[in-house]
Structure formats: structure tokens, C-alpha cells
């Protein structure tokens, strides 16, 4: 993942909200249907989002995490690994116990070009889609909980943030809001998503969801859309 630019820099090198973006997208990797269907595995999508959200890890970890064998976990890490979706770290393991993570750039699923223009492909994409937005929805609910049973320190509660909006936007407007929330992002994580280790015992693992997307109005239901 490239480090983040300075989008508030003044000047004519300064970059604009959707030029970061662009950045950023131009160096992601499009998934090919062979991988995203390797990877929709239900359990090699968890341990690849394991993999994300806590950095590296042995087998055996995951194995504990998942309450799956530890043969289980290293087969489908090897699977993964074919993929190109992680990496083992050589430096980190020995002989009996290997250390994974996963691989570093951003990754985009389109669902596009013939592969996908199947029922088979749709079905691949549809899911990767649902485990994907499951895994988020997950997340954020066991943060909900610690804040409701107060386990969650209330200094970090307060610097979060867990906000929806509903407005009525054209497809400019949202293209542009898009393009802002990425550089948003990208300015302030961009270049820690890169560390595979907790710096210091004050840094915290941050997730971070943005969405924003049209929705099917329930007066409108079944009207096309323009544009």
C-alpha cells in the first residue's frame, strides 16, 4: 500500500481528494473470479479477515480462533497463499510452525468482464459479498457490546465514531463524497495499514467502514434508476 499524501498540502503539487483516491486504486488488484472463489470460502474468508484486522499469525492461532484443527487452518492458508491473498513470514517461523499474513496492497472485487457474466460468477460475488458484510457487521456489534458493558475505555468510545446519513445526492454528488471519504482515510491510515506490528502498547488496532451507496426508495420501488 502506497503512504498517504498530503491532501490539505497548499500549493500546485497539491493533490485533490480524487486524485488520492485514484492513487490508491490504481495500485489495488483487481480480483479475478478464480480467486475471489478461492477466497469465498467461508472459512478462508475469516482467516484472511483475521489475518486483516490482527496482523500476522501462526496456524495454530488461527486455529484456536476459529475452533477449527490446526491441519484445517493450514491447508486453507496454503490455498490463500496460492492465490497470492497472503504471505508466509520466513523470518518469523521455524520449522514446525509457520507464520503468516496477509498481503500487502488493496484489493477490488468490480464483477466484471465474461468470467462474471455467469450465473455461477454471480453466485461467487454474491458470496463473497454477503460473508464480507457479515464480517463488518460483526465487528462493529462486539464493539457495541463493549461499550454497552462498559469494558470499552469511555476515551476511546468518545474518539469514535458510528454515524449514518440519509440525503438526497446526484450521481456527481456522490462521486464526489466517494472520492472525499477515500482521501479522508487514505491521509490518516493510509501509511499505518502497513505495519504488521503494534508499535506501542498507546496504538490500537482501528477499523474503519465507509459506505455509501444508493438505496431503492420504497415509494419507488421497482422504478429504474436514471443516470
Known sequence: MSTSPDVDAAGPDAHTPA????????DARDLDLATLKALSHPLRVRLWDLLVTAGPATSTTLARQTGESTGSTS???????????????PDRGTARERWWHAASGALRVRGTGDAYETPSGGEVVRAFGSQWASLRADSLERF??????????????DASVDATSFAYLTLDELDALSNELGAVLEKHAGAARSRDDRPSPSHRRIEVQIRAFPIVDPREEGATPRG
Open 19 to 26: 486524485e488520492v483516491v485514484a492513487d490508491v486504486l490504481d
Open 144 to 157: 457495541h457490546d463493549r461499550v454497552i458493558e462498559r469494558v470499552e475505555p469511555e476515551s476511546w468510545v
Open 75 to 89: 491447508y486453507h492458508l496454503r490455498q490463500l497463499a496460492a492465490h497470492g491473498l497472503v504471505e508466509e513470514l
